[in-house]
């Protein structure tokens, strides 16, 4: 029943999405259906909310391999060195020592102050008795020390529209991509080619890029 820009979608198992677009009373019913047609009424509501050229669902084309699985764990503190973008950072298991190991992946944060944010990971490394990352812009929202996020490969849109991010779930116990998460719809997109992410730099000769179709609502 919800009918704002942000309201969620539901997916079925079947792969559709759906979302609330108008309801029609009982006598209305009755008065104008017929075994062909359902009478269709505006909801302003609905209309006024509407975000034109957003990236709502997508097929995934290739499933892809050589993908890490998502890393979880917790921001230890930020604001380091007075950068609104740099994080130190703990693994639930051992994060790598390896300098810029997620550069390119996505950072989530799944609970806490910051939750529901992603944001493009452009730095990695280790100092002192600490690793950090750096993202690629300030989150709208800064998050703060105790927050929750996951590690996840980063989908980037190329297209005509702005704003759409989004994040890919590798499947449990694989390297391949099991599905994609929109974090923000984006707009204004009349195409949109979907590009998953990884670091070409610590892949192995297993590694073939998943690919993916956006699809883009009706005006």
Do not use: C, H
């Not at 490969?153 to 989004?166: C, E, L, M, S, Y």
């Amino acid at each position: 029943s919800e009918t704002s820009a942000s309201d969620e979608l539901y997916k079925t198992s079947d792969g559709y999405v759906w979302k609330y677009m108008y309801s029609i009373t009982d006598a209305n019913y009755k008065k104008f259906a017929t075994s062909d047609y359902v009478p269709l009424y505006i909801e302003s509501d609905v209309v006024n909310n509407a975000v034109e050229g957003s990236i709502n669902s997508y097929e995934l084309t290739d499933t892809g391999l050589g993908y890490d699985p998502n890393v979880s764990g917790t921001i230890v503190q930020t604001n380091i060195s007075g950068l609104a973008t740099k994080f130190y950072v703990q693994g639930d298991d051992p994060l790598t020592a390896t300098t810029n190991y997620y550069v390119n992946s996505a950072l989530y944060i799944t609970q806490g102050t910051g939750a529901g944010q992603l944001r493009k990971i452009v730095g990695y490394g280790v100092e002192g008795n600490f690793k950090y990352v750096v993202v690629d812009s300030a989150f709208t929202t800064q998050p703060a020390s105790g927050d929750l996020f996951e590690i996840s490969p980063n989908v980037v849109a190329a297209g005509d529209g702005t704003g759409f991010q989004a994040r890919a779930i590798v499947a449990a116990n694989t390297t391949f991509i099991e599905s994609i998460e929109v974090v923000e719809q984006g707009s204004g997109y009349k195409y949109a080619d979907l590009t998953i992410e990884t670091n070409e730099s610590v892949v192995d000769n297993t590694y073939s890029q998943a690919t993916a179709r956006a699809i883009i609502s009706p005006k």
